[in-house]
């Protein structure tokens, strides 16, 4: 008798979860999004930048094929992570979220063009560097309509690709690779980021995912204005100058975890995904669509290619929605152990 009254509440309780995630109760009540052009939802689309996706074909598998500025043909890795979560909705751009859009999820403040230096992607025209969107998350987290309490909310940070795209390695910018040897470039880039977190720390964040920079010298963009290296498919200064942010990166969420407490931090290696044949991956040397020849992004109305899912690159810079899914999927539920530290979204948001 006892055993079966047991089994049963076994039962139930087993159901109950299951009910949980069925019903999409949310991992956390709230996600903050901050980055660059991977993680852009919109917020590009009214300022005066050719950094923007707020055009046919970007977006064409989206819901009704709607170009919002998201920088894909689809979903973008942070809004793959968002559905994970169970949150009920996408987040809403800050652009959008000044227009009366709902926050009690959160806010994106990312911005296409933009890094982690004021001055970076300055080239491409406006865009909102990473001070002014923690300035801008400070202006949504003092409205008297957020009511959610923030430290419980989850961060993301995926920005400096264009620290080095548009400022280090910006055929113009000689001068600043005349200064600055990688290692101080990434140095000066820490520098300051470790300063930009630390002030997100002190306005309530206490989940926060930061995302390493991926293999920049492997973008189409960077091989068609470099020329891959001997004995590579790629730009191999780049991608080494890259990796040497990255590793100070990972020295960062190891010092930031042992001195914040009450805090934890994590960082996703995007470099760990394999992107082969095995995936369904078919073209590695080509964009989806047919791109400009200045920046990379796609011709406005033009025809991209019909086998999305077989392309690694959907313009010259940016990952088609085949690659976010599996960036998004490793980042939530790693599968080894160098592709998060010290460990993944799943486990961040329930810690
Ligand atoms: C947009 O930026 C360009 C280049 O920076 C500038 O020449 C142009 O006047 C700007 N347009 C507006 C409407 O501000
Ligand atoms: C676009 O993304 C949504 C949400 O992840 C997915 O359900 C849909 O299948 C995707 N569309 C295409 C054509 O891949
Ligand atoms: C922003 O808000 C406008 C107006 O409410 C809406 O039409 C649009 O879809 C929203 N854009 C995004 C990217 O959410
Ligand atoms: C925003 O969404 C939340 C959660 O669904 C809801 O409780 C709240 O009333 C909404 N706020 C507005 C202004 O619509
Ligand atoms: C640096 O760039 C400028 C402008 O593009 C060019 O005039 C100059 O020759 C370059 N200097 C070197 C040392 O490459
Ligand atoms: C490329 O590498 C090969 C083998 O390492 C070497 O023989 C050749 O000289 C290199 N070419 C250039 C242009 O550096
Ligand atoms: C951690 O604390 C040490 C010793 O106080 C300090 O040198 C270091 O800058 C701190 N690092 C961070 C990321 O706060
Ligand atoms: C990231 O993943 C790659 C590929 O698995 C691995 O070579 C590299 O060491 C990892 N980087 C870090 C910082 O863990
Ligand atoms: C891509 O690679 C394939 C073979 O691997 C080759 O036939 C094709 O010309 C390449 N395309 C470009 C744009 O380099």
Not at 48 to 55: D, I, P, W
Not at 303 to 326: G, I, K, M, Q
Request: proline share 5%.
């Amino acid at each position: 008798m006892r055993g079966v009254t047991m089994s049963l509440l076994m039962f139930m309780i087993s159901c109950g979860m299951r009910l949980l995630g069925i019903n999409g109760e949310p991992q956390v009540p709230c996600f903050f999004i901050f980055g660059d052009s991977l993680s852009d939802n919109g917020n590009n689309n009214q300022l005066n930048t050719t950094a923007k996706a707020n055009y046919q074909p970007y977006g064409i598998d989206f819901l009704d094929s709607i170009p919002t500025g998201r920088f894909t043909n689809n979903l973008t890795a942070v809004d793959i992570i968002t559905k994970k979560l169970g949150l009920p909705w996408l987040i809403p751009s800050f652009a959008n979220a000044t227009m009366g859009a709902n926050i009690s999820s959160g806010v994106n403040y990312a911005s296409g063009g933009a890094g982690i230096l004021p001055e970076t992607g300055k080239n491409l025209g406006q865009r909102i560097p990473l001070d002014q969107q923690i300035k801008n998350h400070v202006t949504i987290i003092r409205r008297p309509d957020w009511n959610t309490d923030e430290h419980k909310c989850l961060y993301s940070i995926n920005i400096g690709s264009n620290d080095y795209i548009n400022n280090y390695f910006l055929p113009s910018n000689n001068q600043t690779r005349q200064l600055f040897t990688p290692e101080q470039f990434a140095e000066l880039l820490i520098c300051k980021f470790r300063l930009q977190i630390e002030t997100l720390h002190q306005l309530g964040a206490r989940k926060v995912v930061l995302f390493g920079l991926g293999e920049i010298g492997c973008t189409l963009a960077e091989i068609a204005l470099y020329g891959p290296s001997n004995g590579s498919s790629c730009v191999e200064n780049i991608n080494s100058a890259v990796m040497i942010f990255n590793d100070k990166l990972v020295s960062l969420v190891k010092e930031f975890n042992v001195n914040l407490t009450d805090a934890k931090f994590i960082y996703i290696n995007s470099t760990a995904v394999q992107l082969t044949p095995l995936q369904g991956f078919k073209v590695f040397n080509a964009s989806c669509c047919m791109v400009r020849a200045d920046d990379g992004l796609c011709v406005a109305g033009s025809r991209p290619c019909d086998d999305r899912s077989e392309y690694v690159f959907w313009d010259y810079f940016h990952p088609t929605y085949a690659v976010n899914a599996l960036a998004a999927g490793s980042a939530y539920e790693a599968q080894g152990s160098p592709d998060a530290y010290p460990t993944d979204i799943s486990h961040l948001v329930k810690s």
